[in-house]
C-alpha cells in the first residue's frame, strides 16, 4: 500500500486574521499560570519515549474483539480471518488517519491563536499548545506509516471543519471549536482507543497525548468561561448554535461504517440495522463520546436548554 496522501498533498487555506499584540506582560490568572507550568514539564519525545517495536498487522489484529462494531454482523462473521484481520486493519486506519488530521487541525489553529489572542498569558498557553500538537502529528502521521501502511484523506466533514474554524476571524469561535469540540471529542476517542488498542507504541502514545488533550481542554474552557460570562445573551446563543451545528456535522462523519459496508458491497440498510441494535447493546458509547464535550460546553456556560434539547433528541448523550 502507498502511505501517500493522494490525491492533494498539500491545501492552501486563504484566512484573513489580525494579529494582536498585548503590551501587558503581568499574569493575573492563576490558574493559566499553573496550566503553563505543568505544560512546560509535560514534554516527551515521540522518537525517543515510545517503544517502536515491530507489530505485525499480518499477524495480530490493531483492537480487542469485543471493541469492533462489526463483531456479530453476518457479512463479516462470514469472512475468513485474515480478512477479517486485514479489514480490522482498514477499519483502524480510517479512525487513526480522522484522528491524525484533526490533530493537524489542532497544530494550524493554536498556531493562529498565538497571534490572535489579546492576552499574554494565553498566547504562552498557546505557544507550548503549537509543540503539542506538532508531536501528535509526528506520532500518529509515523504510527500509520509504519505500523498500519496507509494515511487516508480527511472526510468531507473534517476537512470542511478544518476550513471554517482557520477562516474564523473571532478567537473565541476558534477557541470553541479546536479546544472544546475537536479535542472534546478527541479526548472521547482516546480514552476509547487506549481501553481496546493493542499495538503497544499507540497504547503508549496514548497515555502522553491524554494528559496534552486534557490540558488543552482545560486552558480553552478556563479562558472561555470568564468570556462567555460576559457575553450578551444574544451571542451566547449564537456561539452555542454554531458549535452544535459544527458538532452534527462532524458527528456524521465518525460513521465509517457506511463507507466500509460500500467498500465491501455490503446492504446498507443489513449494515444500519446491526449497528442500530450494536448501539442499543451498547447505549454507553454515544453517551461516552458525546458527553465530555457536553460537560465542556455546560463548563464555558453554552449548554444552553436548546442545545441539550437537540443533543437528546438525536440521542447523543445516550
Ligand atoms: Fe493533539
Ligand atoms: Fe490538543
Known sequence: ???????????????????TLSW?????????????????????????????????????FPCSRSSNPLCGFGFYEALPEDRQRELSWWQHGLEISEILHGEQAALQVSAQLVQLLPDMQAKFLCAVQVHD???????FARYLRDTVGVIHPPSDAMRELIHRALQ?????????YCQVLIESLALARLQELRRHCRAPALRHAVDY???????????????????????????????????????????GS????????????????????????????????????FRQLALNMQAVGLLTPACKAQFDSLNLLG
Not at 502511505?3 to 489580525?18: F, G, H, K
Not at 500538537?133 to 506520532?139: G, L, N, S, T
Not at 474564523?168 to 477557541?175: C, D, F, G, R, T
Not at 465518525?254 to 440498510?269: C, D, E
Open 1 to 19: 500500500m502507498n502511505p501517500t496522501l493522494q490525491p492533494d498533498a498539500a491545501t492552501s487555506v486563504a484566512t484573513a486574521m489580525l494579529c
Open 24 to 60: 501587558q506582560y503581568e499574569h493575573e490568572n492563576t490558574q493559566l499560570t499553573r496550566l503553563h507550568e505543568l505544560a512546560k514539564a509535560g514534554s516527551w519525545n515521540a522518537s525517543t519515549d515510545i517503544p517502536w517495536v515491530a507489530w505485525s498487522r499480518h499477524r495480530e
Open 133 to 139: 500538537e506538532a508531536r501528535h502529528v509526528e506520532f
Open 168 to 176: 474564523e476571524p473571532a478567537w473565541e469561535h476558534k477557541l470553541l
Open 209 to 251: 497525548i491524554l494528559k496534552d488533550e486534557a490540558r488543552h481542554v482545560h486552558f480553552g474552557t478556563e479562558h472561555l468561561r470568564r468570556h462567555i460570562a460576559r457575553m450578551d445573551p444574544h451571542a451566547r446563543d449564537n456561539c452555542s448554535l454554531r458549535l452544535l451545528d459544527a458538532t452534527l456535522a462532524l458527528a
Open 254 to 289: 465518525l460513521n465509517i461504517y457506511t463507507r466500509i459496508a460500500t467498500a465491501q458491497g455490503w446492504p446498507l440498510p443489513a449494515m444500519r440495522r446491526h449497528l442500530r441494535e450494536y448501539r442499543l447493546q451498547h447505549p454507553d458509547l454515544n453517551r461516552n463520546r
